[in-house]
């Protein structure tokens, strides 16, 4: 059940990461460095909801493995530029350490998924996450390291294009795990007809329209690989 293990502990850090944690701790993380308190209750809700979801007292010292790493990593970043490829990095040391422990974890103790919850069911709540916040961040990044220039910002606080982004996601990842490809072609069809008249944003609209593809496809490729496999 190493796949299993896997998700679950995942699921838990992208909760802590990108579900449980604001836009302002992160940006008083950043101005503040050591000296910032949520440093230290971010690193606490990691260690918390790694233990919770293996479910086993015993893992009790491995989740607290994974909440000082994750506290080392987050401290490391604070002191970097707000740059996609630290953003990535950020993430894949996140994630190396989440395999390492799952690797050391399943080589010492027998395991299985609590409340008999499945690998598909994880996997499928790690995809909608994943399609939410982290995507949203990786494209504006992304879209920012290559100057791609960006629409004048709105003057009401509601982010329409946001929303947009984040329920075209979810679609394009239902219609893949349904291995509907023709109606993702339509959805893609429609916003570009409802779009068209905005020439000063197209380039915008484009390069993210098609990042917000890519990671919705690819996403629910590894749905449908997780599957395949438990």
């Known amino acids: 059940m190493w796949l299993g293990l896997y998700l679950c502990l995942l699921l838990a850090h992208l909760m802590a990461d990108f579900v449980l944690q604001s836009n302002n701790a992160c940006q008083n993380k950043v101005e503040k460095k050591w000296h910032s308190p949520y440093h230290y209750e971010h690193a606490a809700v990691v ?3 790694s233990w919770f979801a293996v479910w086993n007292v015993s893992f009790w010292w491995y989740a607290l493995v994974i909440g000082i790493t994750h506290f080392a990593i987050d401290m490391w970043k604070s002191y970097r530029e707000e740059k996609v490829t630290w953003f ?5 040391l996140h994630i190396i350490v989440i395999a390492g422990i799952t690797w050391l974890w399943i080589s010492m103790n027998e395991w299985c998924m609590p409340f008999g919850i499945q690998p598909k069911q ?8 994943i399609c939410w916040k982290p995507a949203n961040i990786l494209i504006k990044l992304t879209l920012k390291h290559y100057s791609v220039n960006m629409p004048d ?5 509601f982010n329409a294009g946001a929303l947009i982004g984040n329920l075209e996601r979810w679609l394009i990842l239902m219609f ?6 023709d109606a993702i072609g339509l959805l893609i069809a429609a916003k570009s007809i409802i779009r068209y008249s905005q020439t000063r944003k197209s380039e915008y609209v484009l390069a993210g329209t098609l990042m917000s593809i890519f990671i919705a496809v690819v996403t629910g490729l590894m749905v449908i690989w997780v599957i395949n496999n438990s």
């Open 153 to 157: 910002k709105p003057e009401r606080d």
């Open 47 to 49: 260690f918390a909801l």
């Open 122 to 129: 994880i996997a499928l709540a790690c995809a909608i996450i």
């Open 176 to 181: 893949v795990i349904m291995q509907r490809y």
């Open 88 to 92: 990535v990095v950020d993430q894949l």
